[in-house]
Nanobody, 117 residues
């Protein structure tokens, strides 16, 4: 059983920064991808950023230049540094891991990010 625990969400003013963390535990294949999706009220869940265990990164256009994804493979932890936050970044952010060994996706419960003055 794989579990993901997110932290770091909260309320921030426009232009501010937040750092999200997500730690995975359980039986995880060494070759995997971790990342973040988000879902705003009334909208579909969308990919924000992802990073493979080899360090290949992928960003949504809305995140490029403002967000940075990184990971610590030894800790099975992924981070999302979010700068220059905008009100439209308000959403529940979900961490996931894609286990390349069994093809499964595992999800965290989500952490709320609210960008408002």
């Amino acid at each position: 059983q794989v579990q993901l625990v997110e932290s770091g969400g909260g309320l921030v003013q426009p232009g501010g920064s937040l750092r999200l963390s997500c730690a995975a535990s359980g039986s995880i294949f060494g070759f995997n991808a971790m990342g973040w999706y988000r879902q705003a009220p009334g909208k579909e869940r969308e990919l924000v950023a992802a990073i493979t265990s080899g360090g290949v990164r992928n960003y949504a256009d809305s995140a490029k230049g403002r967000f940075t994804i990184s990971r610590d493979n030894a800790k099975n932890t992924v981070y999302l540094q979010m700068n220059s936050l905008k009100p439209e970044d308000t959403a529940v952010y979900y961490c996931y891991i894609h286990d390349m060994g069994n093809g499964r996706h595992y999800w965290g419960k989500g952490t709320l990010v609210t960008v408002s003055s």
